[in-house]
């Protein structure tokens, strides 16, 4: 197969496997949290992949046409890594209503932002 073939084939891939983790990262957070907030998922995709779109917008000296390839086995690779670790943190972080304390509610908050947003800024 041609190097470009190759590529677009790995693209798909890697694609789909990241909408994959979007459904299931929104199907988990219905389950351990209230129904509405599984919404939240979507949104920290969406900033995920803003963020990775920002880094490689001002890195294009990094990214040139002929190392394509390479980058997309480095960058599937690390998403399978954090795309693992972001699910085994997700399951084993437990919401509290905010009556608790508002500074838990917001610590398990940003730890929930810091477990979903690293495998969408990988792949983009």
């Keep these: ?15 789909m496997c990241v909408l994959m983790l979007q459904i299931i990262e929104t ?4 389950v351990i949290s209230y129904y509405h907030l599984a919404f939240f998922a979507i949104s920290m995709a969406m900033f995920g992949m803003t963020a990775g779109s920002l880094i490689v917008y001002f890195n ?13 086995s480095w960058i599937a690779s690390a998403f399978a890594v954090t795309a693992v670790l972001s699910t085994v943190i997700l399951i084993s972080t437990v919401l ?6 508002i500074l838990l509610s917001a610590m398990l908050w940003l730890k929930l932002i810091a477990a979903l947003v690293p495998p969408y800024v990988l792949p983009a």
Excluded: N, W, Y
């Excluded at 197969?1 to 694609?15: A, D, E, N, P």
């Excluded at 000296?61 to 394509?68: I, K, T």
């Excluded at 509290?96 to 304390?101: A, E, H, Y």
């Design 96 to 101: 509290l209503d905010p009556s608790t304390g």
């Design 27 to 30: 199907r988990v957070l219905s």
């Design 60 to 72: 294009q000296a990094l990214f040139v046409p002929e190392r394509l390839l390479l980058h997309l």
């Design 1 to 15: 197969m041609s190097r470009k073939v190759t590529f677009l084939v790995g693209l798909f891939i890697l694609c």
